[in-house]
């Protein structure tokens, strides 16, 4: 596997490393390893500082644990983004899928709002988009 994976756990949520290519190869291997975190409705943020390439399969990855945590209760958003990673994701609009936080701090606030508002996550679009992010979501079943 050409990345590695840190993982810090709380009763709030999982800080997940990845350090090096996450690619076609590397990413099913991730999705084995996180998957079951999210479709357990975890509270995933996953900080790419170490990341060195990031295609079409590595957000194909994200979306898929993205859709399976929040459909389970949980969310997930992305941190520490590199400026040419988040380059190609604001080209896209990859922003408007997942979630992109400054910090961990950040995501604690945010996991902290949403318990506190009830069902609804605090990751998600704003309700004009909602039906946009249901399709993308349906989109990946």
Not at 31 to 37: D, I, S
């Amino acid at each position: 596997m050409s990345v590695s994976i840190r993982l810090a756990s709380d009763n709030a949520l999982d800080v997940i490393a990845l350090q090096g290519d996450l690619d076609l190869a590397s990413c099913p291997e991730v999705l084995e390893q996180l998957g079951t975190r999210a479709l357990a409705g975890r509270h995933l943020v996953i900080d790419l500082a170490g990341v060195t390439m990031f295609g079409a399969a590595a957000m194909t990855l994200v979306q898929t644990l993205h859709c399976d945590a929040t459909a389970a209760g949980g969310s997930c958003c992305l941190t520490a983004v590199p400026a040419q990673i988040l380059r190609i994701m604001t080209l896209v609009g990859f922003e408007h899928v997942v979630p992109i936080v400054h910090d961990h701090h950040e995501a604690q606030r945010r996991v902290a709002r949403r318990k506190g508002l009830g069902p609804e996550s605090a990751y998600s679009l704003p309700p004009a988009n909602g039906p946009r992010m249901l399709r993308v979501c349906e989109g990946m079943r």
